[in-house]
């Protein structure tokens, strides 16, 4: 998946309402960042079988703890302190006052699913604009070649910090939903002896 900006000659300021509107009813997914667009590739079917185990996992989870709010890849989250909307492969949000139909702005938890087209912005552009979100908790970008995810999360006494994790049988605790997130879950299904497509 990568971010594509429509107008790259002369881009055209869009507004937010513009854009929240143009969203319901084009064909085409599109990030928002600060008055721009960006179109939506698609995703190869390990992507989305890696977004799949995720998301049933932490479903799972927050159906157990009364946080039912997970989402995969068509919901939006608000950056309001980016002036931006992006669409992340996995959301969890447990605030019941965040009950916007199209995006949440109080996620306490984002996935996204790296491959080389979408690797700068993971780790650089997303993990700055993730971070001005006071309820963000975890923010974890999951490898798709190799058993590899790096955690960014928000130690109250340190502020963000990061971990990687590289072997099928570590575990992550993640504290919203409250929950143990193994790699060999985020990998079920998955055969890293498979080609991937470079655009995956």
């Given at each position: 998946?990568?971010a594509?900006k429509i107008?790259?000659d002369?881009?055209a300021?869009?507004?937010?309402?513009?854009?929240?509107?143009?969203?319901?009813?084009?064909?085409e997914?599109?990030?928002y960042m600060?008055?721009?667009l960006?179109?939506?590739?698609?995703?190869?079917r390990?992507?989305?079988?890696?977004?799949?185990?995720v998301?049933?996992?932490l479903?799972?989870?927050?159906?157990?703890?009364d946080?039912p709010a997970?989402t995969?890849?068509?919901?939006k989250?608000r950056?309001?302190?980016?002036d931006a909307?992006?669409y992340?492969?996995?959301?969890?949000?447990?605030e019941?006052?965040?009950a916007?139909?199209y995006?949440?702005?109080?996620p306490?938890l984002?996935?996204e699913?790296?491959?080389?087209?979408t690797?700068w912005?993971?780790?650089t552009?997303?993990?700055?604009?993730?971070?001005?979100?006071?309820?963000?908790?975890?923010?974890?970008?999951?490898?798709?070649?190799?058993?590899?995810?790096?955690?960014?999360?928000r130690?109250?006494?340190?502020?963000?910090?990061?971990?990687r994790?590289?072997?099928?049988?570590?575990?992550i605790?993640l504290?919203c939903p409250?929950?143990?997130?193994?790699?060999?879950?985020?990998y079920?299904g998955?055969?890293?002896?498979?080609p991937?497509s470079?655009e995956s």
């Amino acid at each position: 998946m990568l971010a594509v900006k429509i107008t790259p000659d002369n881009p055209a300021y869009i507004s937010e309402a513009e854009y929240l509107e143009g969203e319901k009813i084009t064909e085409e997914r599109h990030e928002y960042m600060k008055g721009n667009l960006f179109t939506m590739r698609g995703n190869s079917r390990r992507h989305n079988h890696i977004v799949l185990n995720v998301a049933l996992a932490l479903d799972l989870a927050g159906k157990l703890i009364d946080c039912p709010a997970v989402t995969m890849l068509t919901v939006k989250v608000r950056v309001q302190r980016a002036d931006a909307y992006y669409y992340p492969n996995v959301m969890v949000g447990c605030e019941q006052d965040d009950a916007n139909a199209y995006y949440l702005e109080k996620p306490c938890l984002l996935v996204e699913v790296n491959s080389k087209a979408t690797e700068w912005k993971n780790f650089t552009e997303k993990v700055i604009a993730y971070q001005k979100l006071a309820s963000l908790q975890v923010y974890l970008i999951v490898a798709q070649d190799q058993p590899l995810v790096t955690m960014y999360y928000r130690d109250k006494e340190t502020g963000w910090e990061v971990a990687r994790f590289d072997d099928l049988e570590q575990s992550i605790t993640l504290p919203c939903p409250e929950a143990t997130l193994t790699l060999a879950d985020i990998y079920e299904g998955i055969d890293f002896n498979q080609p991937l497509s470079e655009e995956s």
